[in-house]
């Protein structure tokens, strides 16, 4: 029988305060940061005249911010920790933001906007990798998933205020979106330097969830008899970075174009796939911990595959609104697995290396898919194709995900809940 600590009624253990500000700076890493700009997007083009290509190039700029920020996290994150170096990216976000709100040359936009990405990447990775840290196995699915509540958020609150942006003074009406996003990231910067702690040691504390009694071979480095095995996973999250980011970059361009939907109903169409992806990562978190990384990753491939596919039938509205409701049941699902993945096969300390190297993956496929997608859309003039394309991509992560070696399962365990 396993062996419960019981844990006193009033007492919320810390690390569940860990993950919800580390749902709040992803809120502005992501939400704001990343994902908002599909929803300014057509009116930033507007403005400026972009181009299908150019607009591509913008996002690009972003994730090549996001990259360098992936490379740079390993060398700084142990050095600086995770309530650090999420404060310091927080306020790159802000001033990266307050610089696009006060410009309208497109060079100093993709300039201003990989600083974003910087940012971005500087919240996610420190904040994803330390529930391993704070985390048993058993409950780092959930947790990650919680975590993952934040750019859901985001999605919602751009969904509904970026269509009531009005101009200010002499500011457009997307350049007053940014400086509104400035202003939230500051308040969340203050917020997680106050609250995150770089480990349980750092308080007296423990992880949560059932600890095994067998105890955690600790690795601080990837052994070489894992590196095919993080190949394998790294693959799979670059095709889920291309295509989901295709997705995001341009489904409300393509609610106002093809599908001649207002901007209105658009953004209150983009709002529900915040609202549903503020659950998807706790699900599935909650599904992996239960199933399996890899028949997690599988099923959550399954679903994304139907979503694009539906998406792709660009004169079938229906087929818009199903493809809204199943990505936005499962965007978060794959980074969610994958970062527990990264903690379950090469151990908690380990699992920051790993994550960056997984991350680099995803980043990679995020700065090609937007790219590849806007340059066909440029010939075929819409993104039926790239959605296809995305849809034929997510079933071959299926097989990929398959392919897996399972987890080890350990049934001996003990639930350690003890707060601080």
């Known amino acids: ?117 910087i940012g971005s990447g500087g919240v996610v990775l420190p904040m994803m990798s330390v529930m391993s840290h704070w985390f048993f196995p058993s409950h780092r699915g959930l947790a990650l998933g919680l975590v993952m509540a934040g750019p859901g958020i985001g999605i919602i609150f751009s969904g509904f205020i970026v269509p009531k942006l009005l101009p200010v003074f002499d500011l457009l009406s997307w350049q007053t979106g940014w400086l509104i996003f400035a202003f939230l990231s500051f308040i969340i910067a203050g917020i997680s330097f106050a609250l995150i702690r770089n480990h349980p040691d750092d308080i007296s504390s423990t992880p949560f969830g059932y ?35 295709t997705y995001v970059t341009f489904i409300v361009t393509s609610m106002v174009g093809p599908y001649q939907l207002s901007e209105t109903i658009a953004g209150r169409l983009w709002a529900w796939i915040g609202l549903l992806s503020a659950f998807s990562g706790v699900l ?36 818009l609104y199903l493809s809204i409701a199943l990505f936005g049941a499962v965007v978060w699902s794959v980074p969610v697995i994958m970062s527990a993945a990264a903690g379950d096969y090469f151990g908690p300390a380990a699992a920051a290396s790993a994550l960056a190297a997984l991350t680099f993956a995803f980043s990679s496929g995020q700065a090609l898919g937007p790219i590849a997608a806007g340059y066909i859309a440029e010939i075929t003039g819409d993104f039926s194709t790239s959605y296809m394309a995305s849809s034929i991509g997510a079933i071959i992560a299926i097989g990929l995900s398959l392919l897996l070696r399972p987890q080890r399962s350990n049934n001996s365990m003990c639930l350690n809940e003890n707060s601080e």
């Not at 590196?227 to 999250?237: A, S, T």
């Not at 399996?292 to 087929?319: E, H, K, N, Q, T």
Request: positive net charge.
């Open 284 to 319: 599935f978190g909650w599904i992996s911990d239960r199933i399996g990384r890899r028949l997690g990753l599988a099923l959550a491939f399954f679903v994304l595959a139907i979503a694009y596919f539906l998406v792709s039938l660009s004169d079938w509205v229906l087929g």
């Open 1 to 117: 029988m396993p062996n419960r600590r019981v844990q006193k009624a009033s007492k919320i253990h810390y690390a569940w305060i860990v993950a919800i500000t580390g749902a709040a700076a992803m809120f502005c890493g992501l939400g704001l940061g990343r994902f908002a700009f599909g929803m300014l997007l057509p009116s930033i083009s507007a403005s400026l005249e972009l181009n299908y290509s150019q607009s591509g190039l913008l996002g690009f700029a972003n994730l090549i911010g996001y990259l360098i920020a992936v490379v740079l996290s390993p060398i700084i994150l142990p050095r600086l920790g995770t309530r650090v170096t999420t404060t310091v990216s927080l306020l790159l976000i802000t001033t990266s933001m307050l610089g696009m709100a006060f410009t309208t040359s497109f060079p100093l936009l993709c300039l201003f906007y990989t600083l974003t990405g």
């Open 211 to 245: 600890a095994p009694n067998s105890p955690i071979k600790r690795k601080t480095k990837l052994e070489r008899d894992n590196i095919k095995l993080l190949v394998h996973l790294g693959v799979i999250f670059a095709i889920y970075g291309a295509t989901y980011m």
